[in-house]
DNA sequence: CCCTCGCCCTGCTGGC
DNA sequence: TGCCAGCAGGGCGAGG
C-alpha cells in the first residue's frame, strides 16, 4: 500500500529514467483511474521534457518544460513498471522516453489517479492546497501538531491519518507511529498531552525515514521488471501482527475498526 | 465546523 | 476443486 515512503522510493526509481528526458509515446490503455485523465494529457506530454520529479505527500510530481506537471497518486494499488517484458493488466499508461525505457503505470484496483496541473498553479491545485505539513520537514513541529489536536473528540489515529494535520501517513504508518510513542489510537486528539508530542513527531521522522532507507535499499530491485519494491514490512512493530507478540513487552498485539479501517496497537505499551 | 459513513475497485484469502 | 463472502483502504462527497 503505497504511503509516503513508496511514493518516495517510487520518484526515486524513476528519476534515472525520466529526469531531463524527452518522452516520444505516451499511451492511454484506459479511459482513467478514480477520475478520467486529462482529455489533453497525451498531447501534453509527447514531446514534452521531464525537467524534474518531486513528491508531495503521497502525489508523485512530474514536472515538465510545457508549464504543466503531471500529478499521480498510486491509490492502493498504483505502482510503475520499468522496461517491462510485456505489457500486462491494469498498465493503463505507458510512457516511452527519447531513450527508448519504458514506463507503465499499473495500478489493479485503479484507486489511483493523474491530472495535469499548470506548474506555476500547483500550490492553489485543490487537492495539494488542503495538505498539511510534510512529516519530514520542518513544518510538523510538536507545536503544530498541538495544535491540531487540541479539543478534537476523534481518536488520534483518525487524526493523523487527515492529509490536512499531517501530509502523506497512511493507515499503517500512524500505526507504527502511534506504538512507537506509546499512544493508543484510541486517545482523543485533545487527550494527548503535551509531553507526548514531541515523542510523537520524533516517532513519525523515524518510521517514514527508516521505510525510505528500507525502500532504497532495495532500489535495484525497483528497476527490474517485476518491479518489486521493498515495503518495509519485516518492520512492522502492529501492523497486520493481530495476536502476536509486541517486541516490547510480549503482549499480544490487538486489532480495532476506527473510522472503517484497521487499527493495530500494543494495548500495555500503548495509553 | 466537526464527525461518521459509504462508495469506488479488484486480488487475495479462508471457509465450506 | 470451485465458489463466494469478506477484507484491504485513500480520497471524497453526503448527511447528521
Known amino acids: 500500500m503505497p504511503e509516503l515512503p513508496e511514493v518516495e522510493t517510487t520518484l526515486r526509481g524513476l528519476t534515472p529514467y525520466l529526469a531531463g528526458k524527452r518522452l516520444s509515446r505516451v499511451e492511454v490503455r484506459r479511459a482513467g483511474l ?17 525537467t524534474a520529479l518531486s513528491r508531495r505527500a503521497k502525489y508523485g510530481l512530474i514536472h515538465t518544460d510545457r508549464d504543466q506537471t503531471m500529478v499521480f497518486h498510486l491509490g492502493m494499488s498504483g505502482r510503475w513498471r520499468i522496461d517491462p517484458d510485456a505489457v500486462e493488466k491494469h498498465d493503463h499508461l505507458i510512457l516511452t522516453t527519447e531513450a527508448g525505457h519504458v514506463l507503465a503505470l499499473n495500478d489493479a484496483r485503479r484507486f489511483g489517479s493523474v491530472d495535469l496541473v499548470e506548474s506555476a498553479a500547483l500550490d492553489t491545485w485543490g487537492p495539494l492546497a488542503a495538505l498539511g505539513p510534510e512529516p519530514l520537514g520542518p513544518d510538523l513541529t510538536a507545536a503544530h501538531l498541538g495544535a491540531a489536536l487540541a479539543g478534537r473528540v476523534s481518536p488520534v489515529k483518525v487524526l493523523l491519518l487527515d492529509q490536512g494535520i499531517v501530509a502523506g501517513l497512511g493507515n499503517i504508518y500512524v500505526c507504527e507511529a502511534l506504538h512507537r510513542a506509546g499512544i493508543s489510537p484510541q486517545r482523543a486528539g ?50 497486520g501482527r493481530e495476536g502476536e507478540a509486541c517486541h516490547g513487552c510480549g503482549a499480544p498485539i490487538v486489532r480495532g475498526v476506527q473510522a472503517s479501517r484497521s487499527s493495530f496497537w500494543c494495548p500495555a505499551c500503548q495509553k
Open 34 to 50: 478514480r477520475r478520467p485523465f486529462p482529455p489533453d494529457l497525451v498531447q501534453v506530454l509527447t514531446g514534452a521534457r521531464v
Open 190 to 239: 485533545a487527550a494527548v498531552r503535551q509531553k507526548d508530542l514531541p515523542p510523537l513527531v520524533r516517532a513519525i521522522r523515524d518510521v517514514l525515514a527508516e521505510s525510505i532507507a528500507a525502500g532504497g535499499s532495495t532500489i535495484r530491485d525497483y528497476a527490474q521488471p517485476n518491479g518489486e519494491l521493498g515495503y518495509f514490512a519485516a518492520n512492522w512493530r502492529v501492523y
